[in-house]
């Protein structure tokens, strides 16, 4: 069984629940409110440009070319998004371009920008994984399940659906894996355990923007 296959089997429960939370199925039936999915384009947007440094930072750290290459591309796309977020939905939706992020969003981009620059370049790969492979999933899920054409959040559903999507997906799933063949079970295990914690801060994510969570203090 490959690295990825396992990991996937590792998280699938956890996957089940971040299907049914209300924020995705709401999101499936376009009967998410407005402001909450307001709250979640700024976070994600802040977190999208932490994703592209951290992607950029594993690429500087990786001595294959072609694998340097691939990250340095994902990293690219990364920021594009992001950009593409303020050129539609900031403007439509009449969003801040300063975003402050939630201690959720705050969380998960100290992780992943703290695993690419001090972990092993193995478990660096494993902790940025969940955002490729998850949301390609349930971009998948909730398009095949919409209920109609009509969705608000066509837009969101159809460029986590798509094709462009999915290949840097794939590649992500090969590198990780070639990565893996040749690490010791013990950093294995740490990769695992990387991809696990990187999966848990996708539910928080996603948790957090339905309650609009805000600093307590």
Known sequence: MSWTSEAWERIAPLYDKIIYMPFNQELQKGTLP?????????????????????????SGRLNDLDKVLAFSEFAAGA??????????????????????????????TNYIRNQAGFANIEKAAAAILPCFWIYKEVGDHIYAQQDGSDN????WIDTYAGEEFA???????EITDQLAEKASPELREEMFEAFEMASKLEWMFWDS?????????
């Open 79 to 108: 920021i594009v998004v992001e950009r593409a977020l303020h050129e539609s939905y900031f403007k439509e939706l009449g969003l801040p371009d300063e975003v402050d992020p939630s201690p959720s969003c705050l969380l998960y």
């Open 152 to 155: 608000p959040y066509k837009n």
């Open 34 to 58: 407005k402001e909450t999915f307001k709250f979640y384009m700024t976070q994600d947007a802040f977190y999208l440009g932490e994703f592209g440094k951290a992607l950029s930072t594993i």
């Open 167 to 173: 290949t840097s997906v794939a590649k992500a799933l």
């Open 209 to 217: 923007a339905y309650r609009l969570e805000k600093w307590p203090v």
